[in-house]
């Protein structure tokens, strides 16, 4: 065999091993330079910008790229702990090892390397990699005795069903590896096709390593799972094209018919536009972010276009309101609305590229002259408030949680393992860990916006968290108070 050093971009590797000081086993990521061999802190595999390690990885593999702390006592930056991880040590981002699937790989014609002559090799990995995944139940296959009982919160070892699916099912009784895996949830809901076009081949690899025993929805291994996303697929996919999130995956989707054709049936059956005059709707095009919708106070509101894509003009206006309200800087990426009569107004912005418009974005702004806090008083306090006041979060965010209790707790903890609880380092751990679910490029994808509003709790919004409700609403008052907080940058 020859290297073909022209594609040497370097060398990745996995290391399937406890920590340092014992416990359970989890998967840690290497890259190491193709020029030098030393081992990577940054790695561009896609031909674009550097990017911090392990994140290139784990974003596939499941992990979660949490902010790192604060320095500790001896100046180092540390990574979040999981708790819901089994292992319980810092570093575990609670990644997983993905099943070799034959269909992916381009097989040789030279003897000794075909993928007949592979296949009982790659089965033989497959196994291994089985052995890694947690078994949420006693079983008595052979093939799962290598399996460590699963703990009652972190991620169910999900894909074993899919690998094993590879080899004919339970027992995995074939010796060569066929992919027709189609999830039960996928078949009863009478959506085998969306599911091979599209899930499939462009979306299952890395979500089905994604999610805990209590938050699963994104490994979307049922129907009802993928379509509670329908808003954000139609944002990533068809507006922002940030997914498919592989770059070679992403050109063999939008270089096929099958998938997006599935997709933009898919969208338009739960009430989204994914066609314009017969043809499919692509990145590309001008998007027009014009962030959330809000509530504040009489006077001037900055409004913000700088997250709307494929765009180098801009127009701002005022749809509707009471009389009076006016918009300064309407053709930049950051104009001013102002108005002093308490009401409700819709705002609209054009996006544009040259003689091409997008489709416009509206929000909705509800001035209102007795809101409290003013929006630029507020700080971590009260959103920890918040969280703390009636158990609203820490119901389940906590140690002593409803089970299976969240990866991050709300409640006072000795967050760097000092001795002492709530102390002013505790404090600046516990601002970071929540700053760490904010999405400041989009707003409306952070976690701790859309999770307390319905996502990943059930379908139920928490107290005072029902964003289906306009700005100002007394039952989203919450909701309101955290984006607001955010609007002016989470400070402290």
């Given amino acids: 065999m020859v290297r073909d050093t022209r594609h040497f971009i370097g060398v990745n590797a996995i290391e399937f091993s406890p920590g340092p000081n014992g416990g359970a086993a989890f998967p840690k990521f290497y890259n190491f330079s193709s020029v030098t061999g030393i081992r990577a802190t940054t790695v561009s595999l896609d031909g674009r910008s550097d990017k911090a390690m392990p994140g290139p990885c784990i974003t596939c593999h499941g992990g979660r790229g949490d902010a790192l702390t604060p320095p500790n006592s001896q100046g180092k930056r540390l990574f979040n702990l999981v708790r819901s991880g089994a292992s319980q040590h810092r570093g575990d981002v ?3 090892m993905h099943p070799f699937e034959m269909e992916a790989f381009g097989h040789s014609t030279t003897a000794g390397f075909t993928r007949a002559e ?9 196994q291994w990699i089985l052995c890694t995944y947690p078994l949420p139940a006693a079983s008595t296959l052979p093939e799962d005795q290598c399996r460590r009982p699963a703990n009652t919160n972190e ?3 999900t894909a074993a069903e899919m690998l094993k699916g590879f080899y004919g099912g339970p027992g995995m009784p074939n010796a060569t590896s066929t992919d027709t895996y189609v999830p039960e949830g996928w078949r009863t809901a009478g959506q085998t096709t969306l599911y091979q ?4 081949p462009y979306c299952r690899t890395c979500h089905i390593m994604r999610g805990s025993a209590g938050n699963s929805d994104l490994d979307f291994t049922t129907y009802e799972k993928f379509r ?3 808003d954000r697929i139609k944002v990533h996919v068809l507006d922002r ?4 999130l592989a770059k070679i995956v992403y050109d063999a989707y939008w270089g096929g018919s099958a998938g997006p054709t599935s997709m933009a049936t898919f969208l338009e059956a739960q009430g989204y536009a994914a066609r314009n005059g017969g043809a499919l709707l692509m990145p590309g095009r001008p998007y027009a972010d014009p962030g959330p919708s809000r509530v504040v106070l009489p006077g001037a509101t900055v409004l913000d276009a700088r997250n709307s894509l494929f765009a180098n003009g801009y127009a701002w206006t005022v749809v509707s309101g009471p009389a009076g309200a006016a918009i300064a800087n309407g053709t930049s990426t950051q104009a001013t609305f102002s108005a002093t009569a308490s009401g409700t107004y819709v705002v609209q912005l054009v996006a544009s590229n ?3 418009q997008g489709t416009p974005a509206q929000i909705t702004i509800v001035v209102d002259s007795a809101l409290t806090p003013n929006p630029s008083a507020i700080r971590f306090a009260d959103i920890k408030s918040v969280m703390q006041t009636g158990n609203l979060c820490t119901n389940c965010h906590s140690p002593t949680g409803t089970l299976p209790r969240p990866p991050v707790f709300y409640t ?3 967050r760097n393992g000092d001795g002492t609880v709530a102390d002013a380092t505790d404090e600046l751990w516990f601002y970071n860990e929540v700053r760490g679910r904010i999405n400041f490029t989009e707003l409306a994808a952070s976690p701790l916006l859309r999770k307390p509003s319905g996502n990943h709790h059930g379908g139920n919004q928490l107290i005072g968290f029902d964003a289906s409700l306009p700005p100002g609403h007394p039952n989203r008052a919450r909701f309101d108070l955290f984006q607001n907080w955010i609007l002016n940058g989470a400070p402290q």
């Fill in 197 to 200: 076009n599209v899930v499939a």
């Fill in 94 to 96: 609670e990644a997983h």
């Fill in 241 to 244: 094209g940030n997914m498919p």
């Fill in 354 to 356: 040259g003689a091409t």
């Fill in 118 to 126: 592979q296949e009982a090799n790659v089965k033989k990995i497959n």
């Fill in 155 to 157: 991620w169910q070892g």
């Fill in 412 to 414: 006072q903890e000795d």
């Fill in 228 to 230: 509670s996303y329908a």
